[in-house]
């Protein structure tokens, strides 16, 4: 699906206040030897939305990420996280929940001793263990030991771990790892019901689906730039949509294809249908020109762009 013309890269408003940014960082680099990881990257995340990081392996998303933990120093840029400096790691990292690369915890102790083992060392109330618990779903198997536990069951511990402080940024990386599609549906809601409350998520994963269900803005790194910053719908309105038609009797496909070929440049698919760029319009004009060429349509519709496709045109790692 093409893109609507040759510009893919979007900024997110330079209006909003910079009390109103959780995160709002400028010329974060990275570098290893000659390899720039994280080159300029440019992040903001508004108080209270969910944000999405997405972009192919390798592409410097964990490592933009651990910049903004201070897990590792960044070697260029600055800004500011929960109004503090980058630098100031004390000011802000309090106040910051994270899950990166898989939660650990020790195996022969259950998931609620593992929590107050992080309570009693951050002076947390034992209560608090049990309502992070609740919150991801765990109530009920807070006395199994966390080695009997799934791989799934293991990211929602991760998450509640992350909670324990109630946190007013929350940075997950690949939250959803491992989870059937109940528990990333839980996870989902989870995430959606703590923005509502006023916590600020910045969630890496590779479940692009996910990112469009639940991010309010995305942030989009190929080799270790930025190519996309802004909504996950204005990226997604970026795309052009595809007119499909399927005749009804299959020996007519190339007729079909022929009469398409009016309105613009045609992809002919495995399933019998051809497809070119175009709206509800030109549906309409097609479905005409096939009656008066003696076609037969079974099937006419609008194809509409979803995030993956826009993921692919602006990386350039299309499925053809």
Sequence with gaps: MAPRGAQNTLTMSTTIATHDLAVDVHGLTKVYGPRRAVDSLGLQL??????????????????AIRMLLGLIRHDEGDGSVLGAGLDDHIAYLPRVGA??????????????????????????????????????????????KAKTYSLGMRQRLGIAAALLTSPEMLV????TNGLDPAGIREVRDLLRSLADEGVSILVSSHLLSEIEAICDHLVLIDEGKVG???????????????????????????????????????????????????????????NKAAFEAGILLSGLGILRPTLEQAFFAITDKGQG
């Design 99 to 144: 899950l990166i690369e898989g939660p650990a915890f020790t195996p022969s102790l259950s998931a609620r001793k593992n929590l107050l083992v992080l309570t009693r060392l951050s002076g947390l109330p034992d209560s608090r263990a049990d309502e992070v618990l609740l919150q991801v779903g765990l109530s009920g198997r807070e006395k199994d």
């Design 228 to 286: 996309y910053a802004g909504t996950v719908k204005g990226i997604i309105a970026d795309q052009l949509s595809q007119v499909v038609a399927r005749p009804a009797d299959a020996s007519q496909l190339d007729a079909l294809r022929a009469v398409a070929e009016r309105f613009g440049q045609v992809t002919v698919n495995e399933d019998g249908t051809v497809a070119f760029d175009g709206e509800q319009d030109l549906a309409a004009e097609l």
């Design 172 to 175: 997950l990386d690949e939250p």
């Design 46 to 63: 508004q108080r209270g939305s969910v944000c999405g990081l997405v972009g192919p392996n390798g592409a410097g998303k964990t490592t």
